[in-house]
C-alpha cells in the first residue's frame, strides 16, 4: 500500500479546549503520530497559595467551566480531609445529589451537542434546530433540568457559590426538593426518546477495541460519584484499590519530549479514566434501571471500545435520576434542615477525590497553622486520558488505513475518538503551555 | 441593524475555563431557540465545526490575554468583526487568571526542575483590551446569563447597551439581604461592580467582585473595613482584592 495521507485537525472543534491531532503517512508508513494540546496555561497550583481556605475551592473551581461542581466537591473534601472536618449525613447526601447533577448536566451536552453531530452528518447541532426540532428542544430542555437540579443545591452550576468547607452555606427548601424529585419522574419520556435517538444511529458508532487499564473511585455500598477509594480493572478483569491518599502512587505524573501536556499512568503503558472507566469498574453496583438500559444496548463490561464512553454516559443519565431520587426520598424522609459548619479541627495536608463527567479528579492541599494555603496539586482527567488517547490513535490509524479509509473519513474516525473521551483541555492544562509548529 | 438579515455572531475563546460559553446552554430552551430567530452563530468552536472568513457582526471573545503569540489571533478578529465584546472576566478583567501576575515564582512553584523549559514561558494574564478595541464588556465570573439576552437585545435594537456602574451593596438592599458584616463575615460588595443581582451575600458567602471593581472605588477604605469589621489579618485585607480584581489595583 503506498498511500500519503495528511491530517493537521488545528484547534479540534466540539471539545472543551484546544487540541490538535497531527498525522503524516508516506508511503503506506506513519511517521507522525500526534495528539498535541495548544492550551495557554494557567498556574492554578500557585494561585491558591496564600488564600484563607474558605476561599480555596472559589478559586480553583475556575479551573474548569463545564465540571466546576466536580472542582468545588475535589476542593472542599481535600480542604476537609486537611482540616480534620467530618461532614454530616445530610451533607453527604445533599453533596450526592449535585454531584449527579453535574454528569448528568454535562452528560446530556457532549451527547446531544459534542457527539450526535457526527452521528447526524452535520457540522454541528444548528443544522439539526430546522431539520430535528424536536430533538435539539429535548436536548434543552433536559439540558435545563441538569441546570437547575445543580442550581438548586449549589446556587448555580457554573462555579456553584454554596458549597463551602464544613457543609453548605445555604439549604433548598423541603418544597423545592420535592418538586425537584417530581421533575427527576416527569423526565422519563425525555430519557426513553433520547435512548430511541441514540438507538437510531448507534451503528455510526465505529467498532474499535484496545484493551487497556480503567480507573475510577470505587466503593463497597454505591456506583461511586461522589466518594470512594481509587481502583483500577485491567484487561482480564483483575481488580485492585487504593487510598486516595496514595494517588501519587496510582497517577505517576510524568513528561514526554513531544508534549509538554503531562502524562500519567498506573500499572499499564496508559489507563482511561471516565464514564466508560466507571461502567467497567462499578457496573454491579449501576441502578437496576441503568442496567437494564445496558442490557438493552448490549452493551456489558469489560467493553474496550473507547467509543462507547458515549453509550456509558448515557447509561449513567439513567443512574443519576434513579439515584438522585432515592438519595431525595432519604434526605425528605429524615426531614432536610440548615445545619451548622463543621469547624475545623487541625491545619495539615489533606487529599480529595471525586468522579467528574470525564474521569476520576485529585485535589490536595496544605493549610498553615491560620488556614492559608501552602500550595495545591491538582490531577485532572483528561489529563490521566492524554497518553491512552494517543495510544489509541496510535492502534486506530493502521486499521483504518488497512481498511483503505480515504483521508477525511481517517480525519473523522479520529476527531470523533478524541471527542468520544469528552476531552476538558482547559482542565488538563490548567498550568502547561504547549507550543507547537504547524 | 436590519432585521431581516440574521445578525452574524461568533464565538472565541482564549486562557479560560469557557464556564461563560456553557452559560449559553443553560440559557433555558425558549430562550435560545427564540434567539436563533434573530442571530446566527457562523463560528463557535466548542460547540461548532463550521468556522468563517465572512466579516462577524457581534465578536463575543471569552478568556484572558496571556502570551504574545495570541495578539495576532485576537487582531484578525477585531478586523473582521464590527463590534468585539469581551465576554465574562477573564476577557473583562483577567479575572481569576491575573492571581499570579504579582508573583514571579509561579513557573518554579508548579514545575519545579522543569520550569525553565521554554514552552513553560507565560506572560502576566491581561483584559482582552490590553490587545484590541473592545466596545463593551460582559463581566462576571460566570458572565451574567440575563446581561448577556439584555446586552444582544439591546444592540439588535441599535441601542446603547446599559452596563451597571455601581456597588453590589446596592443590590443588597434592593433584595433585603442582611449584610455580610452584621453576620461576623467580611465581603468586597462595597467596592464590586453590580449588575449580578448580589446572589452570594444572600446564598451565604461574601462578594469577591467577580465582575471587577466598579469605576470608582475607595481600595484604602475597603482595606480598613476588611480589618476593622471583618477582622481580616492584615495580610488578607491587603491581598482579598488580588482574587478577581488583580489588574484593576492601584498597585497593577
Given at each position: 500500500?503506498?498511500?500519503?495521507?495528511?491530517?493537521?485537525?488545528?484547534?479540534?472543534?466540539?471539545?472543551?479546549?484546544?487540541?490538535?491531532?497531527?498525522?503524516?503517512?508516506?508511503?503506506?508508513?506513519?511517521?507522525?503520530?500526534?495528539?498535541?494540546?495548544?492550551?495557554?496555561?494557567?498556574?492554578?497550583?500557585?494561585?491558591?497559595?496564600?488564600?484563607?481556605?474558605?476561599?480555596?475551592?472559589?478559586?480553583?473551581?475556575?479551573?474548569?467551566?463545564?465540571?466546576?461542581?466536580?472542582?468545588?466537591?475535589?476542593?472542599?473534601?481535600?480542604?476537609?480531609?486537611?482540616?480534620?472536618?467530618?461532614?454530616?449525613?445530610?451533607?453527604?447526601?445533599?453533596?450526592?445529589?449535585?454531584?449527579?447533577?453535574?454528569?448528568?448536566?454535562?452528560?446530556?451536552?457532549?451527547?446531544?451537542?459534542?457527539?450526535?453531530?457526527?452521528?447526524?452528518?452535520?457540522?454541528?447541532?444548528?443544522?439539526?434546530?430546522?431539520?430535528?426540532?424536536?430533538?435539539?428542544?429535548?436536548?434543552?430542555?433536559?439540558?435545563?433540568l441538569g441546570h437547575e437540579w445543580g442550581s438548586l443545591l449549589g446556587g448555580?452550576?457554573?462555579?456553584?457559590?454554596?458549597?463551602?468547607?464544613?457543609?453548605?452555606?445555604?439549604?433548598?427548601?423541603?418544597?423545592?426538593?420535592?418538586?425537584?424529585?417530581?421533575?427527576?419522574?416527569?423526565?422519563?419520556?425525555?430519557?426513553?426518546?433520547?435512548?430511541?435517538?441514540?438507538?437510531?444511529?448507534?451503528?455510526?458508532?465505529?467498532?474499535?477495541?484496545?484493551?487497556?487499564?480503567?480507573?475510577?473511585?470505587?466503593?463497597?455500598?454505591?456506583?461511586?460519584?461522589?466518594?470512594?477509594?481509587?481502583?483500577?480493572?485491567?484487561?482480564?478483569?483483575?481488580?485492585?484499590?487504593?487510598?486516595?491518599?496514595?494517588?501519587?502512587?496510582?497517577?505517576?505524573?510524568?513528561?514526554?519530549?513531544?508534549?509538554?501536556?503531562?502524562?500519567?499512568?498506573?500499572?499499564?503503558?496508559?489507563?482511561?479514566?471516565?464514564?466508560?472507566?466507571?461502567?467497567?469498574?462499578?457496573?454491579?453496583?449501576?441502578?437496576?434501571?441503568?442496567k437494564k438500559l445496558a442490557e438493552t444496548l448490549k452493551f456489558k463490561p469489560?467493553?474496550?471500545?473507547?467509543?462507547?464512553?458515549?453509550?456509558?454516559?448515557?447509561?449513567?443519565?439513567?443512574?443519576?435520576?434513579?439515584?438522585?431520587?432515592?438519595?431525595?426520598?432519604?434526605?425528605?424522609?429524615?426531614?432536610?434542615?440548615?445545619?451548622?459548619?463543621?469547624?475545623?479541627?487541625?491545619?495539615?495536608?489533606?487529599?480529595?477525590?471525586?468522579?467528574?463527567?470525564?474521569?476520576?479528579?485529585?485535589?490536595?492541599?496544605?493549610?498553615?497553622?491560620?488556614?492559608?494555603?501552602?500550595?495545591?496539586?491538582?490531577?485532572?482527567?483528561?489529563?490521566?486520558?492524554?497518553?491512552?488517547?494517543?495510544?489509541?490513535?496510535?492502534?486506530?490509524?493502521?486499521?483504518?488505513?488497512?481498511?483503505?479509509?480515504?483521508?477525511?473519513?481517517?480525519?473523522?474516525?479520529?476527531?470523533?475518538?478524541?471527542?468520544?473521551?469528552?476531552?476538558?483541555?482547559?482542565?488538563?492544562?490548567?498550568?502547561?503551555?504547549?507550543?507547537?509548529?504547524? | 441593524?436590519?432585521?431581516?438579515?440574521?445578525?452574524?455572531?461568533?464565538?472565541?475563546?482564549?486562557?479560560?475555563?469557557?464556564?461563560?460559553?456553557?452559560?449559553?446552554?443553560?440559557?433555558?430552551?425558549?430562550?435560545?431557540?427564540?434567539?436563533?430567530?434573530?442571530?446566527?452563530?457562523?463560528?463557535?468552536?466548542?460547540?461548532?465545526?463550521?468556522?468563517?472568513?465572512?466579516?462577524?457582526?457581534?465578536?463575543?471573545?471569552?478568556?484572558?490575554?496571556?502570551?504574545?503569540?495570541?495578539?495576532?489571533?485576537?487582531?484578525?478578529?477585531?478586523?473582521?468583526?464590527?463590534?468585539?465584546?469581551?465576554?465574562?472576566?477573564?476577557?473583562?478583567?483577567?479575572?481569576?487568571?491575573?492571581?499570579?501576575?504579582?508573583?514571579?515564582?509561579?513557573?518554579?512553584?508548579?514545575?519545579?526542575?522543569?520550569?525553565?523549559?521554554?514552552?513553560?514561558?507565560?506572560?502576566?494574564?491581561?483584559?482582552?483590551?490590553?490587545?484590541?478595541?473592545?466596545?463593551?464588556?460582559?463581566?462576571?465570573?460566570?458572565?451574567?446569563?440575563?446581561?448577556?439576552?439584555?446586552?444582544?437585545?439591546?444592540?439588535?435594537?441599535?441601542?446603547?447597551?446599559?452596563?451597571?456602574?455601581?456597588?453590589?451593596?446596592?443590590?443588597?438592599?434592593?433584595?433585603?439581604?442582611?449584610?455580610?458584616?452584621?453576620?461576623?463575615?467580611?465581603?468586597?460588595?462595597?467596592?464590586?461592580?453590580?449588575?449580578?443581582?448580589?446572589?452570594?451575600?444572600?446564598?451565604?458567602?461574601?462578594?469577591?467582585?467577580?465582575?471587577?471593581?466598579?469605576?470608582?472605588?475607595?481600595?484604602?477604605?475597603?482595606?480598613?473595613?476588611?480589618?476593622?469589621?471583618?477582622?481580616?489579618?492584615?495580610?488578607?485585607?491587603?491581598?482579598?482584592?488580588?482574587?478577581?480584581?488583580?489588574?484593576?489595583?492601584?498597585?497593577?
Amino acid at each position: 500500500m503506498s498511500q500519503n495521507i495528511s491530517i493537521n485537525v488545528h484547534h479540534l472543534t466540539r471539545v472543551e479546549g484546544h487540541g490538535n491531532i497531527v498525522v503524516d503517512v508516506k508511503n503506506g508508513k506513519i511517521e507522525k503520530m500526534q495528539w498535541q494540546v495548544p492550551e495557554a496555561p494557567r498556574f492554578f497550583e500557585a494561585m491558591v497559595r496564600g488564600r484563607h481556605y474558605t476561599e480555596v475551592a472559589r478559586v480553583t473551581s475556575r479551573i474548569c467551566g463545564i465540571c466546576s461542581i466536580g472542582h468545588t466537591l475535589a476542593s472542599v473534601k481535600a480542604t476537609e480531609n486537611a482540616l480534620g472536618i467530618q461532614v454530616t449525613s445530610q451533607t453527604f447526601k445533599l453533596r450526592s445529589i449535585i454531584k449527579h447533577a453535574e454528569n448528568f448536566d454535562s452528560h446530556i451536552l457532549h451527547i446531544y451537542f459534542l457527539v450526535a453531530p457526527d452521528l447526524f452528518s452535520v457540522p454541528s447541532v444548528f443544522p439539526l434546530v430546522p431539520t430535528h426540532t424536536e430533538v435539539v428542544v429535548r436536548a434543552l430542555r433536559m439540558k435545563r433540568l441538569g441546570h437547575e437540579w445543580g442550581s438548586l443545591l449549589g446556587g448555580r452550576t457554573t462555579h456553584p457559590n454554596r458549597v463551602i468547607p464544613g457543609g453548605f452555606a445555604e439549604y433548598p427548601t423541603e418544597e423545592e426538593l420535592k418538586i425537584l424529585r417530581q421533575r427527576l419522574i416527569n423526565v422519563q419520556p425525555d430519557i426513553d426518546a433520547t435512548v430511541q435517538t441514540v438507538l437510531s444511529v448507534a451503528d455510526k458508532l465505529p467498532s474499535f477495541e484496545r484493551p487497556t487499564e480503567y480507573m475510577a473511585l470505587s466503593s463497597d455500598t454505591e456506583y461511586a460519584l461522589y466518594d470512594g477509594r481509587i481502583q483500577t480493572v485491567m484487561p482480564d478483569g483483575t481488580k485492585q484499590r487504593w487510598p486516595v491518599a496514595d494517588y501519587k502512587t496510582c497517577t505517576n505524573e510524568y513528561m514526554v519530549p513531544q508534549s509538554t501536556a503531562k502524562y500519567t499512568k498506573n500499572k499499564m503503558a496508559s489507563y482511561m479514566a471516565g464514564a466508560l472507566a466507571r461502567f467497567n469498574n462499578n457496573y454491579d453496583l449501576l441502578n437496576p434501571e441503568a442496567k437494564k438500559l445496558a442490557e438493552t444496548l448490549k452493551f456489558k463490561p469489560l467493553c474496550f471500545n473507547p467509543y462507547m464512553n458515549s453509550v456509558a454516559q448515557l447509561v449513567e443519565v439513567v443512574h443519576s435520576v434513579k439515584d438522585t431520587i432515592r438519595l431525595l426520598d432519604e434526605v425528605l424522609g429524615a426531614g432536610c434542615r440548615p445545619e451548622e459548619l463543621v469547624k475545623p479541627t487541625k491545619f495539615d495536608r489533606g487529599q480529595g477525590a471525586v468522579e467528574v463527567p470525564r474521569g476520576i479528579l485529585f485535589h490536595e492541599y496544605g493549610y498553615d497553622k491560620n488556614g492559608m494555603c501552602t500550595g495545591g496539586n491538582c490531577i485532572i482527567p483528561t489529563n490521566q486520558n492524554h497518553a491512552n488517547i494517543q495510544l489509541d490513535l496510535e492502534a486506530l490509524v493502521p486499521k483504518l488505513l488497512a481498511a483503505h479509509k480515504d483521508e477525511k473519513a481517517i480525519e473523522l474516525g479520529l476527531e470523533m475518538l478524541v471527542r468520544a473521551y469528552d476531552p476538558c483541555i482547559s482542565c488538563s492544562t490548567h498550568y502547561l503551555k504547549v507550543e507547537f509548529k504547524r | 441593524m436590519s432585521t431581516k438579515r440574521k445578525v452574524k455572531v461568533a464565538f472565541f475563546d482564549f486562557s479560560c475555563c469557557e464556564g461563560c460559553q456553557v452559560e449559553l446552554t443553560n440559557l433555558s430552551d425558549p430562550i435560545f431557540v427564540g434567539l436563533l430567530d434573530h442571530i446566527e452563530f457562523v463560528e463557535f468552536r466548542e460547540v461548532m465545526k463550521e468556522r468563517t472568513t465572512e466579516p462577524i457582526d457581534i465578536a463575543f471573545i471569552e478568556g484572558s490575554f496571556t502570551r504574545e503569540s495570541d495578539r495576532a489571533r485576537l487582531e484578525n478578529i477585531r478586523k473582521r468583526a464590527s463590534i468585539v465584546i469581551a465576554y465574562g472576566a477573564c476577557a473583562a478583567t483577567a479575572g481569576i487568571n491575573a492571581m499570579k501576575n504579582h508573583t514571579a515564582d509561579y513557573r518554579e512553584f508548579v514545575y519545579g526542575k522543569d520550569a525553565s523549559m521554554p514552552q513553560l514561558d507565560s506572560q502576566k494574564a491581561l483584559p482582552v483590551s490590553a490587545a484590541i478595541k473592545v466596545d463593551y464588556a460582559l463581566h462576571g465570573c460566570p458572565m451574567d446569563r440575563a446581561e448577556f439576552v439584555r446586552v444582544v437585545s439591546h444592540l439588535l435594537h441599535g441601542k446603547e447597551p446599559v452596563i451597571p456602574n455601581y456597588p453590589v451593596c446596592v443590590e443588597c438592599k434592593m433584595r433585603e439581604t442582611v449584610c455580610r458584616y452584621d453576620l461576623d463575615d467580611h465581603c468586597l460588595g462595597l467596592v464590586a461592580r453590580a449588575g449580578c443581582g448580589a446572589p452570594c451575600p444572600a446564598d451565604g458567602i461574601p462578594c469577591e467582585a467577580c465582575r471587577g471593581f466598579w469605576d470608582h472605588p475607595n481600595e484604602e477604605a475597603i482595606e480598613e473595613i476588611l480589618k476593622s469589621k471583618g477582622k481580616l489579618s492584615p495580610e488578607r485585607a491587603r491581598d482579598k482584592t488580588r482574587m478577581f480584581t488583580s489588574t484593576m489595583r492601584r498597585d497593577a
